[in-house]
C-alpha cells in the first residue's frame, strides 16, 4: 500500500532464532502498530509505538519486542522464534479517513 | 475495552445473489465501526466506515453496512455479489477518542466464497 512497507515479503526460519520484521512508512505518521494474523482469531494487536522510542504492549506481546529509533520504521522483534508465533505480520498506520492504511504483510514460518 | 464478534466464519455465496455478512460489537463507550475486506494473498482494503450521522453508510464495490446501536450491529450486506467479491471480510471497532490513539479491534473474520 501507497506509503507504508513491510519487509521482507516471506520468511521462513528455525525455532529458536531471532526474527526481525520491518515497518517502514513515508507518512510522517506518529502511531504505528504491529498485528498478527491468524485463523482463528482473525487480527490481535502485538505493539504499537505513539512516537519515537515511545512505544506500547497490546493483546498478545509475550515473545515480542519493538523498536522505533526513527518516525518512519517500526520494527518488530522475536527474541527466540517458536512455532505459535507462524503467523502473516501486518503493519498499520492510521489513515487520514480513520480506521488504518495497512501494509501488504510478512508470512513468518517458524520449523 | 471493545470486543467484535462475526458469527460466520465461512459464507458461501451463489453469483449475482444477496449477502448479508454479519458483525456484532461490545464496547462501553461510543464507537467507531469499520469493515475491510481482504483478498487472498493480500493486505487489508477500507471497505467502508461508520464515524457519525447517517447510520447506512455505502462503501466501494456496491457494499453497504447499516449501524444499529440498539442491537448493537453492524451487518455489511450486498445486494448481488460477483465471482471477485470471493475474500476475507473483517469487522473492526475502535473507541472515538484521540485520532490515532484509538487502537482497532477486529473480528475473527468472515470468508465469503461465489459460487458460479
Known amino acids: 500500500d501507497a506509503g507504508i512497507t513491510q519487509s521482507p515479503r516471506h520468511k521462513v526460519t528455525e525455532t529458536g532464532t531471532p526474527v526481525t520484521l520491518r515497518c517502514h512508512q513515508t507518512e510522517n505518521h506518529r502511531y504505528m502498530y504491529w498485528y498478527r494474523q491468524d485463523p482463528e482469531h482473525g487480527l490481535r494487536l502485538i505493539h504499537y509505538s505513539y512516537g519515537v522510542k515511545d512505544t506500547d504492549k497490546g493483546e498478545v506481546s509475550d515473545g515480542y519486542s519493538v523498536s522505533r529509533s526513527k518516525t518512519e520504521d517500526f520494527l518488530l522483534t522475536l527474541e527466540s522464534a517458536t512455532s505459535s508465533q507462524t503467523s502473516v505480520y501486518f503493519c498499520?498506520?492510521?489513515?487520514?479517513?480513520?480506521?488504518?492504511?495497512f501494509g501488504s504483510g510478512t508470512r513468518l514460518t517458524v520449523v | 475495552a471493545q470486543s467484535v464478534t462475526q458469527l460466520d466464519s465461512q459464507v458461501p455465496v451463489f453469483e449475482e445473489a444477496p449477502v448479508e455478512l454479519r458483525c456484532n460489537y461490545s464496547?462501553?463507550?461510543?464507537?467507531?465501526l469499520f469493515w475491510y475486506v481482504q483478498y487472498p494473498n493480500q493486505g487489508l482494503q477500507l471497505l467502508l466506515k461508520?464515524?457519525?450521522?447517517?447510520?447506512l453508510v455505502k462503501g466501494i464495490n456496491g457494499f453497504e453496512a447499516e449501524f444499529n446501536k440498539s442491537q448493537t450491529s453492524f451487518h455489511l450486506r450486498k445486494p448481488s455479489v460477483h465471482i471477485s467479491d470471493t475474500a476475507e471480510y473483517f469487522c473492526?471497532?475502535?473507541?472515538?477518542?484521540?485520532?490515532?490513539?484509538?487502537?482497532?479491534?477486529f473480528g475473527t473474520g468472515t470468508r465469503l466464497t461465489i459460487i458460479p
Open positions: 464496547s462501553s463507550v461510543s464507537v467507531y
Open positions: 461508520y464515524l457519525s450521522g447517517s447510520t
Open positions: 473492526a471497532v475502535s473507541g472515538t477518542t484521540n485520532f490515532g490513539n484509538e487502537k482497532l479491534t
Open positions: 498499520a498506520i492510521p489513515s487520514g479517513s480513520r480506521g488504518y492504511t
